[in-house]
T-cell receptor
Framework: KAGVTQTPRYLIKTRGQQVTLSCSPISGHRSVSWYQQTPGQGLQFLFEYFSETQRNKGNFPGRFSGRQFSNSRSEMNVSTLELGDSALYLC?????????????????FGPGTRLLVL | KNEVEQSPQNLTAQEGEFITINCSYSVGISALHWLQQHPGGGIVSLFMLSSGKKKHGRLIATINIQEKHSSLHITASHPRDSAVYICAVKGAQKLVFGQGTRLTINP
């Protein structure tokens, strides 16, 4: 099976712009999670989607949003970019269990999208 | 105080040594993850635990729910084990990550 793919791999934006990142999970996986990694804050959890619904959410402002499509592919959007949004954005997929609260399965990570905000 | 604390932050050892990385957390959890991140940035999930002990090759992970503590052990360490090891706990609605332990194994 192909692994988790993320596009684009690298992106440069300027302050105030918005950006959309894409994540394609492993075939058959229904849960997709998003993470931000910066040198100062380390890894932080953004949100998790399962069956097109946000199931878990981290402590990020409303400028960070996401969605999941019926084929389980997911997008993450950041509006009104700030310099501090420069980071590696990772997504991960897992098989997904409808009865669970999520994030209790092995996470399979993509290579990440490196975003630089100037 | 961070919800998830890892120790040590940095660890350098010689090839063949037994390695232990610790993770303590202060919140109620339903699962704990150990992740490995190599210098190129790719993250690999090593273990997901909710109780007891798991073993995979030279890696062993344990968790003590009552003491809110988990350990990752590496037996017969090898230079290819050099990476950052990160623990993450699943709380009420999110994953919370430790700051990571940078492990360097010298030949």
């Amino acid at each position: 099976k192909a692994g988790v793919t993320q596009t684009p791999r690298y992106l440069i934006k300027t302050r105030g712009q918005q950006v959309t990142l894409s994540c394609s999970p492993i075939s058959g996986h229904r849960s997709v999670s998003w993470y931000q990694q910066t040198p100062g804050q380390g890894l932080q959890f953004l949100f998790e989607y399962f069956s097109e619904t946000q199931r878990n959410k981290g402590n990020f402002p409303g400028r960070f949003s996401g969605r999941q499509f019926s084929n389980s592919r997911s997008e993450m959007n950041v509006s009104t970019l700030e310099l501090g949004d420069s980071a590696l954005y990772l997504c991960a997929s897992s098989p997904g269990t409808s009865g669970s609260q999520g994030l209790q399965e092995t996470q399979y990570f993509g290579p990440g999208t490196r975003l630089l905000v100037l | 105080k961070n919800e998830v604390e890892q120790s040590p932050q940095n660890l350098t050892a010689q090839e063949g040594e037994f390695i232990t990385i610790n993770c303590s957390y202060s919140v109620g959890i339903s699962a704990l993850h150990w992740l490995q991140q190599h210098p190129g940035g790719g993250i690999v999930s090593l273990f997901m635990l909710s109780s007891g002990k798991k073993k995979h090759g030279r890696l062993i992970a344990t968790i003590n729910i009552q003491e809110k503590h988990s350990s990752l052990h590496i037996t017969a360490s090898h230079p290819r084990d050099s990476a950052v090891y990160i623990c993450a706990v699943k709380g009420a609605q999110k994953l919370v990550f430790g700051q990571g332990t940078r492990l360097t194994i010298n030949p």
